[in-house]
């Protein structure tokens, strides 16, 4: 009874791994098309922004090192 059981599971479990392939291809290009939509809102949102707020913003998007982290990674 235990290796019925057992067989039903993996026929189961095979079934369900012969269909991931298809659902990736299937979500690709939504997320494709997802991506492109965020690009043209980031560029939209920058096109609204002050000079001032673009320049607040890459010194946000882009921090410096900072000090104590970095000699955690260096081992000190």
């Not at 269909?19 to 920058?46: C, D, N, S, W, Y």
């Amino acid at each position: 009874m235990g290796m019925l059981v057992y067989g039903l599971g993996m026929v189961v479990v095979g079934g369900l791994w012969f269909f991931v392939p298809f659902a990736i291809f299937g979500i690709k290009p939504l997320l494709q098309q997802l991506i492109a939509e965020q690009h043209a809102t980031r560029a939209m949102l920058t096109a609204m922004a002050t000079p001032a707020q673009r320049e607040l913003a890459a010194e946000f998007l882009t921090p410096e090192p900072k000090p104590k982290l970095l000699e955690r990674l260096r081992g000190k």
